[in-house]
């Protein structure tokens, strides 16, 4: 059974311009969302995790701008601007608290132009 | 903040031998630990945790944790050429923050 869905799937960015990212959480047993990134070396490293519909969090990291939002309790979104490497950005999703398993979605690959 | 430490980088194995993978990881205070698994094309899937010291083991798969000595382990009996893949230890910490290793690549040769 498939817990998150990402959207798009993949991408090709011209370098300079934004990208939008959506995940959709499809089972509310598991409310806590985060988004993570992978880059080309597949070094996986853990950008933010949002609660509550109405979060906003942003984040400057070497090769990539973010601005995430928690838009309501099922949905996920994710503007990823400034890119100057290739990544790939996966949401997640978890029952809570730090003994519970984070499930992957199936993530969203942006290749910059 | 929580560094973790994995190795080998890459290793090959003979289909039915022995693959080990090995972390580290430098907060004392750390309680939870997972093995994730990545097939190409795919996300990280959870193989198994491990919380307490001592050995975990799951059907072929055997975790090891010694807190004491900052060092979290899998073993991988019987290998088969279906376990190739990308493999990662992670650390939880700081409210589902999961912190990663950077990988082993198993290759399992028929």
Known sequence: VTLLEQNPRWRLVPRGQAVNLRCILKNSQYPWMSWYQQDLQKQLQWLFTLRSPGDKEVKSLPGADYLATRVTDTELRLQVANMSQGRTLY??????????????????????? | QQKVQQ??????????????????????????????????????KALMSIFSNGDKKEGRFTAHLNKASLHVSLHIKDSQPSD??????????NYNVLYFGSGTKLTVEP
């Open chain 2, 84 to 93: 190739s893949a990308l493999y990662f230890c992670a650390v939880m910490s």
């Open chain 1, 91 to 113: 949401c997640t999703c978890s029952a809570g608290g730090d003994s519970y398993e984070q499930y992957f979605g199936p993530g969203t690959r942006l290749t910059v132009l």
């Open chain 2, 7 to 44: 190795s080998p980088e890459s290793l090959i194995v003979p289909e039915g031998g022995m693959a080990s993978l090995n972390c580290t990881f430098s907060d004392r205070n750390s309680q939870y630990f997972w093995w994730y698994r990545q097939h190409s094309g795919e996300g990280p």
